[in-house]
């Protein structure tokens, strides 16, 4: 007779993400994960709170579910089927049916998640709403540019992230800074060869370096009604090709008009569970414009964990046990994937600086609950390996950014990284 579990977690991908989503089950219910990857990575390597799956064939359908139900049938506790990915979570809500079964899948409609994951009717959403969203045009993969009512530079990125994952071009990027016509036009091209005939969003550039970006998470219960809303100030993004535009620090706090309108947008879908918004304040007038819903906690997740609102404690009061956290006030955390030498470096604002020094400081690979020789060597070394990635890709001097430009990579930045290889970049 087996041991019973309170929850058996499977989590969708490789990356940092899934290790942090991996520990806050762990940290709240004292359970193992199954995190199912491509191949194996180093971010979940040696860990002891973890099982990996490994399936080169995940992104295929058919495949995750088989290998889902295939987990569930000897798991230890009811399994809950979760990822930081969004193609994986269009996949779970595509295949619910055939998972629920044996899994709970705590995202929303296949209809909800297409109205926000498609960044042409998320623009035209936050238009409707009157929350503050770069000025937008929209062009199809392999179109002409024609009459464009926008400034240069701009900023373009796909329309359709489930499509672009499965398209490979010289140059691409997550997000492309584009300085003329003549780029754009390029790009167009690029992607529409390659087979994105999807669309392409493109938007004003709100300037600013990293610290004028913002996050902000919320979740909302199957009832629709906002139970959590938790963001911070990001100090400083990724800025290699693979992870570009993930925070590398974030410094949590309560940000009002970002909250404001993150509420307003998820009350108004009906939204339910996690959404993760990218939010750059405009240094001009102090205003946050929102880029994105991301249907699915973020790679940085376990800075809701830090501040007191483990992301498990969520789904499992809304899907298994109905108890829902007590309401308290989050913690403000320094979180960090760099070191602390090389974050003081980036950061000049001296009123930053002074809460840098209140804040605690917290890793989400640095758990005293998963420590081995290994993986502690591991840890340190990624840590460590941040400086070399950050002189050779400058925030304020990147391939592909002008001075000063956060999260943007011009259209040369080079070769794209294969899903695996993004898993763990």
């Known amino acids: 007779m087996r041991n019973i579990a309170a929850v058996h977690p499977v989590i969708l991908g490789g990356d940092a993400g899934a290790y942090s989503l991996a520990r806050a089950f762990h940290e709240g219910y004292g359970v193992t ?20 799956v490994v399936e080169p064939r995940l992104d295929d359908p058919d495949v995750m579910v088989e290998l889902i139900r ?11 089927a979760v990822t930081c990915v969004d193609w994986y979570v269009r996949a779970l809500a595509e295949h619910r049916a055939r998972l629920e079964d044996v899994a709970t899948v705590p995202y929303p409609s296949v209809g909800l998640l297409d109205r926000v994951m498609d960044k042409q009717r998320f623009s035209e959403l936050c238009h409707e709403l009157g929350v503050p969203h770069p000025r937008t045009e929209v062009r199809d993969g392999g179109a002409e540019v024609g009459a464009l009512d926008l400034r240069f530079p701009v900023i373009a990125k796909p329309g359709d992230n489930t499509a ?37 969003i493109i938007q004003e550039y709100v300037p600013g370096d990293d610290s004028q970006m913002r996050i902000m998470t919320t979740y909302s219960d199957l009832d629709g ?23 590398a620090a974030i410094l949590t706090g309560r940000l009002s008009q970002v909250e404001e309108d993150a509420r307003r947008l998820v009350e108004h879908l009906g939204w339910t569970g996690f959404a993760n918004f990218d939010v750059k304040v405009d240094p001009r007038t102090g205003v946050g414009h929102f880029f994105e819903l991301n249907p699915r906690t973020g790679r940085s997740n376990y800075y ?12 499992m009061a809304d899907h298994l046990t109905g108890h829902w956290p007590r ?17 003081d470096k980036y950061v000049n604002d001296k009123s930053v600086r002074d809460a840098l020094r209140r804040a605690r400081v917290v890793h989400p690979l640095k758990y005293r609950g998963d420590r081995s020789p290994r993986r502690d060597a591991w840890v340190r070394l990624a840590e460590l390996n941040q400086v070399r990635k950050f002189s050779q890709y400058h925030p304020l001097q990147e391939a ?6 956060s999260g943007v990579a011009e259209s040369a930045v080079g070769e794209p990284l294969p899903s695996s290889e993004r898993e763990v970049a």
């Open 400 to 405: 592909g950014g002008a001075p000063g430009q």
């Open 225 to 247: 009604t906002v139970r959590m809303a938790w963001g911070g100030r990001v100090l400083l993004e990724e800025h290699t090709p693979g992870t570009l535009g993930n925070p």
């Open 33 to 52: 994960s199954t995190v199912v990857s491509i191949r194996p990575t180093p971010n979940i390597a040696h860990s002891n709170i973890i099982r990996n």
């Open 327 to 343: 309401a308290t006030e989050p913690l403000e955390v320094l979180y960090r994937i760099v070191p602390g030498f090389l974050l």
């Open 304 to 315: 809701l964990t830090a501040s007191g609102l483990n992301p498990a404690a969520y789904w």
């Open 70 to 80: 295939r987990v569930a049938a000897t798991a230890p506790g009811p399994v809950v």
């Open 164 to 200: 672009w994952h499965q398209v490979s071009f010289h140059g691409k990027a997550k997000v492309h800074l584009v300085r003329d016509r003549g780029e754009l036009a390029a790009l167009l091209k690029a992607a529409g060869d390659a087979g994105y005939r999807r669309p392409m």
